[in-house]
């Protein structure tokens, strides 16, 4: 082997030492990529999950508000009718008057429900939105970091760095959020 060889294998090598910081950071931003997709996404499942029950919710509300109003108007009917016993009218006044303050309940408790969900919901979307921030950071800076083995300039790796650390910010600021 030529002594200009084995110079120029030595550099190769010596060139491999140094860019060894930048590969292993590249490893670790994939994985913190990919721990903070799947964060996201199921931040975005929670959401779309919760939204359906919530949905449920609001209709089961119209059920019994329709059923409410339903009761209300055969009530105000049979108030207009003129029944010879009155012991029977007072059984059905009293029936319709249980149902219509039952009905008052439920529909209060329902919808404090769906209002509850729509908060978690909301909550959930903003996760996600957080998530999805820091994970558009982490790739950002993965690829930036990924330049500095083309160019072999550091200042690529610093850049990398700064943009990966923007979304490790963003993806743990989704822990803080108070909705």
């Given amino acids: 082997m030529a002594e200009n060889e084995a110079d120029e294998l030595r550099e190769h090598a010596e060139h491999?030492?140094?860019m060894r910081p930048v590969a292993f950071t590249m490893s670790v931003l994939a994985v913190l990529v990919?721990?903070?997709?799947?964060?996201?996404?199921?931040a975005h499942t929670e959401a779309v999950l919760n939204q359906n029950k919530a949905t449920d919710r609001w209709n089961e509300y119209q059920a019994h508000k329709i059923r409410s109003?339903?009761?209300?108007?055969?009530?105000?009917l049979l108030s207009t009718v003129t029944l010879a016993d009155k012991s029977t009218a007072e059984k059905i006044e009293k029936s319709y008057a249980g149902h219509e303050a039952k009905w008052d309940a439920d529909l209060k408790e329902l919808?404090?429900?769906a209002e509850g969900l729509e908060k978690k919901v909301e909550r959930a979307e903003a996760h996600a939105d957080r998530f999805d921030l820091g994970e558009a950071l982490l790739e950002i800076g993965l690829v930036i970091t990924s330049v500095t083995l083309l160019t072999k300039s550091r200042v690529y790796w610093y850049f990398g760095m700064a943009f990966a650390a923007a979304g490790i910010v963003s993806a743990i600021s989704a822990y803080f959020l108070h909705l």
């Fill in 111 to 113: 919808q404090e429900q």
């Fill in 34 to 42: 990919a721990i903070t997709t799947v964060l996201g996404h199921r």
């Fill in 69 to 76: 109003n339903d009761t209300a108007l055969a009530a105000d």
């Fill in 16 to 18: 491999g030492q140094e």
